[in-house]
Structures are given as structure tokens and as C-alpha cells.
């Protein structure tokens, strides 16, 4: 098993504030630089799993700033650099206090939702008649309340977050846009690889300038899930499970072994076998994504090459 980044303690020049969430922590630097830190700790039903996926946060990291760099022509992002496999450095910016899902086929919570009998999720209607992973007549828009720490993220309709004053009605119309022309985008990329790309979530923040910007991950297989296109159309006409390139393997297991992160469940042992799967997934995902061999960066000692690089980073600009 490869050496894994769960935590990190670094103290960077010019160090302000560090926040640690269930998978990146981001160091606040002064002149407004983040350095934010995709570790390779795994999060599920909003739980952080005790052990790490070797290599995960390089993946995450490496498809997130590939995917940023591949959509800043239609949506500007935070990202300014990527001086590790781990680390993306970019803009401080004040994030929206909602996340932007975006769902273009019947499946995962918008599939549970709908085979408990609702026809409705944040305000927008389902059509009746779907199969679990049919394909919606437009992609629909659910957003989400960002979580505090430790709490599940909870539904939330355009109608809500408009009256309750979390975002103004200006700056939703642009996530909107945004959310929609980046989906598009992400579905085109897709299918130059295979891959349909079916529902996925976008973070927003806005600059000290005022200027909303894509912050965060990008369809990455922690915020997205994909289908192979080969085969799709048949698999829904016999009734048959999607071949699939998402977390949801890994919620899939632990519902399995009888965890959804409700309380008073305890988190199913991961063998060292089961871990090396999900980290042979995850490299199966970066390759299917982005069409490119992954190359494992030296994990030799992980801690130290993150802190080297950035430090470097930050010496020289």
C-alpha cells in the first residue's frame, strides 16, 4: 500500500488561517492566495472514512485543475497555479453558501428521492413514468445548502434561497447560467471520452472585486458521476444497473454493509484489498476522464514533497 495525505500541519509565509475540510484544507495566505490541499481522505454520505485512498487527492487535484483550465473561456475560476500533484493555489474568494447540482439523468439521491414516490426535488418537477438512470428531458437544476461541518447538506429550492436572502436573485441568475453552460461543457468532454456525464455539482465564490467565479472541484468523480455511453441504451432497456464512474461505487458498498451515515451506525472495516480497489478505481476514472495515463507522483514521503513544492511556489512569485 502506498503512503497516503490524511492530514497536513504546514505554517506557509504569510499564513493567516487554515480550514480543513472533509477532504481539502485550504491555507489562507496574505495579498488573498489560497492553497488548497486535496488529501487523499475519503467522505461519504458526509463521513470521513478512518483510512485514505492512495493517490485519490492527486487525482481529484489533477482532474479538477485540468477541467478548470478547459472551461475558463465560458466561466472564470479561482485557479491561479498547480504547484503539486496535491495543491492548487488560487484566488481567495467568499464562497456561496449553496451548491450548484446539476442532474441530467434519474439516478443517485435524485433516484432514491424518486422511488420513495416524490416528484419533486428543490422545486422542480420529475416527469412520471422514469426508470431509475432515464435520461431527463432537460437537465434540471437542484441545488443544495452548504453543510457546517459534520452536517449533511440539505435540498433547497431557487424559491427558498431567494427568500431567505442567501444568494441575491442578480447573482443566482448567474450561477444559473454558469452551472448550465459548464455542464455542457463537461458533457461534451465526456463524450469525446466514452462517457456520459450524468449529474454533477459546481462551488461559486465572488471575489473582493465582485466577480463570481468557479471555485472548488469540477467534474471530478468525487462531485460527479459518469455512465460509459458504450452499452447505455441497452442496459436501460433490459433493466440493468450502468456501468458507472463515480463515487456512488463506495456508497453502494457501505450501504451494503449497512452504513448511510445516520446516526448510531458504525463505519464498515476497509480491508487493505478493498482500499487498493478503490484506488485502482479512481485511477481508472482520472484515465477514462481526462483520456491520459495517470503518472503517481513519489509518495515516498508525501508530507514533505507537498511542503517543498509550495514553498517554492511561493518563494518565487
Same mark, same amino acid.
Given at each position: !500500500? ?58 481529484? /487535484?489533477?482532474?479538477?485543475?485540468? !477541467? ?8 472564470? /475560476? ?7 500533484? #496535491? ?17 441530467? &439523468?434519474? @439516478?443517485?439521491?435524485?433516484?432514491? $428521492? +424518486? /422511488? ?16 431509475? #438512470? ?28 431567494? /427568500? ?11 450561477? $444559473? ?62 433493466? $440493468? ?6 463515487? $456512488? ?29 478503490? @484506488?485502482?478505481? &479512481? ?25 517543498? #513544492?509550495?514553498?517554492? +511556489?511561493?518563494?518565487?512569485?
Amino acid at each position: !500500500m502506498a503512503n497516503t495525505l490524511m492530514d497536513t500541519d504546514f505554517t506557509f509565509s504569510g499564513q493567516q488561517s487554515v480550514y480543513k475540510g472533509k477532504v481539502r484544507e485550504v491555507y489562507h495566505l496574505k495579498d488573498d492566495v489560497l492553497v488548497m490541499i486535496a488529501t487523499d481522505r475519503l467522505s461519504a454520505f458526509d463521513v470521513v472514512m478512518p483510512k485514505g485512498i492512495p493517490f485519490k487527492g492527486q487525482i481529484l /487535484n489533477q482532474i479538477a485543475t485540468k !477541467m478548470m483550465r478547459a472551461t475558463e473561456d465560458l466561466v472564470p /475560476n479561482w485557479l491561479l497555479a498547480a504547484p503539486d500533484p #496535491n495543491v492548487a493555489v488560487g484566488m481567495a474568494c467568499e464562497p456561496f453558501k449553496v451548491e450548484m447540482v446539476i442532474r441530467g &439523468y434519474l @439516478s443517485g439521491h435524485a433516484a432514491r $428521492e +424518486y /422511488n420513495s414516490g416524490k416528484r419533486m426535488l428543490c422545486g422542480v418537477p420529475m416527469p412520471e413514468g422514469m426508470k431509475e #438512470n432515464d435520461k431527463f428531458p432537460e437537465p434540471i437544476i437542484t441545488p443544495a445548502t452548504k453543510a457546517e461541518k459534520g452536517d449533511h447538506d440539505e435540498d433547497i429550492s431557487r424559491e427558498e434561497i431567494l /427568500n431567505r436572502g442567501i444568494v441575491s436573485e442578480e447573482d443566482y441568475t448567474i450561477l $444559473e447560467d454558469y452551472t448550465r453552460k459548464l455542464f455542457q461543457r463537461g458533457t461534451e468532454i465526456a463524450a469525446e471520452r466514452g462517457l456520459i456525464l450524468v449529474d454533477t455539482k459546481y462551488e461559486f465564490g465572488k471575489t473582493k472585486k465582485g466577480e463570481i467565479v468557479l471555485i472548488d472541484e469540477i467534474h471530478t468523480p468525487d462531485s460527479s458521476r459518469y455512465f460509459y455511453a458504450d452499452g447505455y441504451q441497452e442496459r436501460q432497456d433490459r433493466g $440493468e444497473a450502468q456501468k458507472q464512474l463515480s463515487k $456512488e461505487f463506495v456508497r453502494q458498498w457501505l450501504i451494503s454493509n449497512g452504513f448511510q451515515g445516520l446516526e448510531g451506525q458504525t463505519i464498515p472495516e476497509m480491508s487493505d484489498a478493498y482500499i487498493e480497489s478503490v @484506488s485502482e478505481r &479512481y485511477i481508472e476514472l482520472y484515465e477514462s476522464i481526462t483520456g491520459e495515463p495517470f503518472h503517481k507522483a513519489d509518495v515516498s514521503n508525501i508530507h514533505e514533497r507537498v511542503g517543498q #513544492n509550495v514553498s517554492q +511556489y511561493l518563494n518565487a512569485i
